[in-house]
Each structure stands twice: as C-alpha cells, then as structure tokens.
T-cell receptor, first 114, second 109 residues
Framework: ETGVTQSPTHLIKTRGQQVTLRCSSQ?????VSWYQQALGQGPQFIFQ???????GRGNFPPRFSGLQFPNYSSELNVNALELDDSALYLC?????????????FGPGTRLLVL | TQLLEQSPQFLSIQEGENLTVYCNSS?????LQWYRQEPGEGPVLLVT?????EVKKLKRLTFQFGDARKDSSLHITAAQPGDTGLYLC?????????FGPGTRLSVLP
C-alpha cells in the first residue's frame, strides 16, 4: 500500500499568481483534508473532500479552492497569491471515523510567495 | 471557534530526562490526537484518546485525556535524541481537526 504523496515538494511564486498543488491519497481512503502550516505554527484546516464533494471548510477565503477526483486524488488551487500564503501545505487522507479516524499526512508542499 | 494551546512552546533537555507537555482548551472535544512532526515531513499520528480520564501508553510515551475532555498531557520517560520533533495535539471538531501550535522538543545526546 502506497502512502500519501504530494507534488511539487517546493514552489516559488510571486504575488498575484495562481498555484495548483496535488495530492495522491493512500489506497482505499476516500477522504482528503488540506491544511496550511505557517512557520512555527500548527496546521490550520482549509477544507475536506469526501467522495468528490467538499465536506467542511475552515476560515479561508474563496480564492482557496479544491477538487477531488474519482480516484480520490485531490488538488488545492490558490488564486491571487499573497505574501502570507507562504507556508507548508499538507494533505491528509483518511476513512471517515467520527473524529477517531487516522489521518495519514503527506510530506507537504512548501510554497514561497515573493 | 475551538482553540488549543500547548505548553511549553519550546523544550530542550538532555538524553535520559523525563518531560511532560500539555495541551489545553476551554472547549470540550469528542476525541483528541497527538502527532509528532519531523522537519520536512508531515505529522505522524501517535495516539487517539476518546474517554475522559483515559490513559494510553506507547512504549516510553504516556498520554492522558482530562476528565472533562478539555485537556491532555504527553509524558516521555527517559527521552532519547530520536524523540526530537514538533509535538502537536489536535481536537476533533465535527468533520475536521483543530491543531494546537505545537511543542518543539529537542533532546540532546
């Protein structure tokens, strides 16, 4: 069974640009959650996808959007990048378990916005 | 919005020492998880606690969930350099998890 993978590992963009980050979930997992982790902080929940539908969203503006595909892989899109978007973006796959599920995190994509 | 606080923020100790880190909230969580994150990697789940007062042991790590399910602690016995990392607690909040800011532990040989 393969683990959660993310691409790219690192990315440098400039303000105003758009970025797409990708995540392949662990085999058999139908739920993907995306988190933003700023330097020195814990991960902050962006949104979750379950069977291709958004299933919860954190306090992030609409320029953060996502997709989940039939194979349960996922994309995070960020439009109109701002300097404060510089962070480690983590995705985690899981099987729903009423708050007791194990989330398997990928290694993250480190985004730097200049 | 449910918030989690963790203390201390940083901790540097010598190999062989014992330590306790704390996770506190004013909110009740149905479950709480502890993760360890190493540089360049995503967090890895260590334990999930569900019942108030629950104690779980994982080798040299002991996790406790407060009776009121608002706080938790992680105790490490005889710390080793391999324990170095960022320790995060996360409380279940509906469909997602709320993470604390973490305790960064450094165990010196």
């Amino acid at each position: 069974e393969t683990g959660v993978t993310q691409s790219p590992t690192h990315l440098i963009k400039t303000r105003g640009q758009q970025v797409t980050l990708r995540c392949s979930s662990q085999s058999g997992h139908n739920t993907v959650s995306w988190y933003q982790q700023a330097l020195g902080q814990g991960p902050q929940f962006i949104f979750q996808y379950y069977r291709e539908e958004e299933n919860g969203r954190g306090n992030f503006p609409p320029r953060f959007s996502g997709l989940q595909f039939p194979n349960y892989s996922s994309e995070l899109n960020v439009n109109a990048l701002e300097l404060d978007d510089s962070a480690l973006y983590l995705c985690a796959s899981s099987i729903p378990g009423q708050g007791r599920e194990t989330q398997y995190f990928g290694p993250g994509t480190r985004l730097l916005v200049l | 919005t449910q918030l989690l606080e963790q203390s201390p923020q940083f901790l540097s100790i010598q190999e062989g020492e014992n330590l306790t880190v704390y996770c506190n909230s004013s909110s009740v969580f149905s479950s709480l998880q502890w993760y360890r994150q190493e540089p360049g990697e995503g967090p890895v789940l260590l334990v999930t606690v569900v019942t108030g007062g629950e104690v779980k042991k994982l080798k040299r790590l002991t996790f406790q969930f407060g009776d009121a399910r608002k706080d938790s602690s992680l105790h490490i016995t005889a710390a080793q350099p391999g324990d170095t990392g960022l320790y995060l607690c996360a409380g279940a909040d509906g469909q997602n998890f709320v993470f604390g800011p973490g305790t960064r532990l450094s165990v010196l040989p």
